[in-house]
């Protein structure tokens, strides 16, 4: 029989619960909070490096190199050497004194004040290092502090900052995209293991690189091929066993029909009966599920072919009809439209507990409905998902007369897929509602073949 594989979950929809379900996007963000904190590492160890060379070599050079600017200013310091200085080197110059007061870059006036302040206890080694480097003082009482002029480039913190994080969204995109390549075998394996649990063997994962995922999807194929092989020899007996019954079992009622009238003949007629049609179905399901029966299609009226089942063999059993109008004529096979009409109705009259049934039909978009409606007990939500499986009965303690053997609605869902549309089961409280939705243009050879491949 077909083997059927629970549908996956979902996917989450919060932006949260997708990023956690991504794989790739958890490997991007480990990338860019490695890279992040490598930079981080190499930034802090670098700085450090620096700041032990700085201190042990490029202080000395600071120190003569500004003694030797303290000493072209003068002593007493002269104004125009000063200014000379300022103009040829990017240097601010303060000159602090008795006679002389003055200031190359007056804007930073507070700056100057807040930093070079002798009165003002420093807060750190760092600020007390800078002031004894930056600060001379010259034999008349004249403090001269030196420090950074005024660079031409006010603009280009910020063009970094935002050519920074443009370079870094592009790497995050390319090594998202790198990703994606990479765990490309991903989708297949998904996609691939999706159509084995449909049922269709027919295409295997494609194998594109050979990696581990590339194992993985040999392996995952190599699986698919021993669970088809081992249902198409489960499959190739249950025919063989039910062609070899139909012989005999036709002799038996043959000879059923010469034994004397009576309640045993009955009897014994009865469950020849049900075997036949146990048979029956067995081969036409397998027929269906295998995409090889071929559909004799004809312009059928679903209306006219509802009335005249109803008419023939349901008359006074409690069915209501509900038809509309408007339906157009369907390119039906006329014999397996009348097969699934009947399972439905025999199955709402059966567990609807003596309730009226309803068989309506409506003109969707797209297509045509027709549903038939119990008002029974109905069944709970896990025994719905399950209905239309073969030899699946609700109750297995049931009897047979009442229950069946469990492939009347999974003919009904293979005749609907036959024809390129679906079967819908779904609670109507009270009762349960079965739709056969059909589609306007009917279906395609290649379409009915491809849903109803063999699992």
């Given at each position: 029989m077909r083997w059927r594989h629970p549908a996956p979950d979902c996917p989450p929809r919060t932006l949260r619960g997708r990023f956690g379900h991504s794989l790739r996007w958890r490997l991007v963000a480990l990338f860019v909070l490695l890279a992040l904190a490598t930079t981080a590492v190499f930034v802090a160890g670098t700085r450090e490096v620096f700041s032990t060379g700085w201190r042990g070599v490029a202080l000395p050079l600071i120190a003569d190199y500004v003694d030797r600017l303290a000493a072209e200013i003068g002593d007493p310091p002269e104004l125009a050497r000063a200014q000379a200085i300022t103009r040829r080197l990017p240097v601010a110059i303060r000159i602090e004194g008795p006679v002389l007061n003055w200031d190359s870059h007056p804007e930073r006036q507070r700056y100057h004040d807040h930093f070079h302040d002798t009165s003002r206890e420093p807060h750190s080694a760092r600020e007390q290092m800078l002031r004894t480097?930056?600060?001379?003082?010259?034999?008349?009482?004249?403090?001269?502090?030196?420090?950074?002029?005024?660079?031409?480039?006010?603009?280009?913190?910020?063009?970094?900052?935002?050519?920074?994080?443009?370079?870094?969204?592009?790497?995050?995109?390319?090594?998202?995209?790198?990703?994606?390549?990479?765990?490309?075998?991903?989708?297949?394996?998904?996609?691939?293991?999706?159509?084995?649990?449909?049922?269709?063997?027919?295409?295997?994962?494609?194998?594109?690189?050979?990696?581990?995922?590339?194992?993985?999807?040999?392996?995952?194929?190599?699986?698919?091929?021993?669970?088809?092989?081992?249902?198409?020899?489960?499959?190739?007996?249950?025919?063989?066993?039910?062609?070899?019954?139909?012989?005999?079992?036709?002799?038996?009622?043959?000879?059923?029909?010469?034994?004397?009238?009576?309640?045993?003949?009955?009897?014994?007629?009865?469950?020849?009966?049900?075997?036949?049609?146990?048979?029956?179905?067995?081969?036409?399901?397998?027929?269906?599920?295998?995409?090889?029966?071929?559909?004799?299609?004809?312009?059928t009226d679903l209306n006219a072919l509802a009335r005249t089942l109803v008419a023939a063999e349901f008359d006074g059993r409690g069915v209501a009809l509900d038809l509309a109008p408007d339906l157009p004529t369907l390119a039906l096979d006329r014999v397996r439209l009348q097969l699934l009409l009947r399972n439905l109705l025999d199955n709402a009259l059966r567990h609807g507990g003596g309730t009226p049934v309803l068989l309506s039909t409506q003109r969707q978009a797209g297509g045509v409905r027709l549903s038939v409606r119990d008002q029974g007990p109905g069944v709970d939500a896990a025994t719905l998902a399950r209905l239309a499986e073969p030899f699946f009965r609700p109750d297995a303690a049931r009897s047979r007369e009442r229950g069946g053997v469990g492939l009347g609605l999974y003919l009904c869902r293979l005749v609907a897929q036959s024809h390129g549309g679906r079967l819908d089961i779904a609670p109507a409280a009270p009762g349960l509602v079965v739709s056969l939705w059909l589609p306007l243009d009917g279906a395609s050879a290649a379409g009915a073949a491809g849903a109803l491949r063999p699992a």
């Amino acid at each position: 029989m077909r083997w059927r594989h629970p549908a996956p979950d979902c996917p989450p929809r919060t932006l949260r619960g997708r990023f956690g379900h991504s794989l790739r996007w958890r490997l991007v963000a480990l990338f860019v909070l490695l890279a992040l904190a490598t930079t981080a590492v190499f930034v802090a160890g670098t700085r450090e490096v620096f700041s032990t060379g700085w201190r042990g070599v490029a202080l000395p050079l600071i120190a003569d190199y500004v003694d030797r600017l303290a000493a072209e200013i003068g002593d007493p310091p002269e104004l125009a050497r000063a200014q000379a200085i300022t103009r040829r080197l990017p240097v601010a110059i303060r000159i602090e004194g008795p006679v002389l007061n003055w200031d190359s870059h007056p804007e930073r006036q507070r700056y100057h004040d807040h930093f070079h302040d002798t009165s003002r206890e420093p807060h750190s080694a760092r600020e007390q290092m800078l002031r004894t480097l930056l600060t001379r003082s010259t034999a008349d009482g004249h403090r001269i502090v030196f420090g950074v002029g005024s660079l031409q480039w006010p603009q280009r913190p910020v063009w970094f900052a935002w050519a920074t994080l443009g370079g870094l969204l592009v790497l995050t995109a390319l090594a998202f995209a790198y990703v994606r390549h990479l765990f490309r075998p991903l989708d297949d394996i998904r996609a691939g293991a999706q159509r084995y649990g449909a049922g269709d063997f027919s295409q295997p994962i494609p194998q594109r690189r050979r990696d581990e995922l590339g194992e993985l999807a040999g392996q995952v194929n190599a699986m698919a091929e021993g669970l088809n092989r081992m249902l198409e020899g489960q499959r190739g007996l249950l025919l063989a066993i039910s062609h070899e019954l139909r012989s005999p079992l036709t002799r038996a009622r043959l000879n059923a029909e010469l034994v004397a009238e009576g309640p045993e003949r009955d009897a014994l007629l009865r469950d020849l009966a049900a075997m036949r049609d146990l048979i029956a179905d067995l081969l036409e399901s397998e027929r269906l599920a295998r995409g090889d029966a071929t559909l004799q299609r004809e312009p059928t009226d679903l209306n006219a072919l509802a009335r005249t089942l109803v008419a023939a063999e349901f008359d006074g059993r409690g069915v209501a009809l509900d038809l509309a109008p408007d339906l157009p004529t369907l390119a039906l096979d006329r014999v397996r439209l009348q097969l699934l009409l009947r399972n439905l109705l025999d199955n709402a009259l059966r567990h609807g507990g003596g309730t009226p049934v309803l068989l309506s039909t409506q003109r969707q978009a797209g297509g045509v409905r027709l549903s038939v409606r119990d008002q029974g007990p109905g069944v709970d939500a896990a025994t719905l998902a399950r209905l239309a499986e073969p030899f699946f009965r609700p109750d297995a303690a049931r009897s047979r007369e009442r229950g069946g053997v469990g492939l009347g609605l999974y003919l009904c869902r293979l005749v609907a897929q036959s024809h390129g549309g679906r079967l819908d089961i779904a609670p109507a409280a009270p009762g349960l509602v079965v739709s056969l939705w059909l589609p306007l243009d009917g279906a395609s050879a290649a379409g009915a073949a491809g849903a109803l491949r063999p699992a």
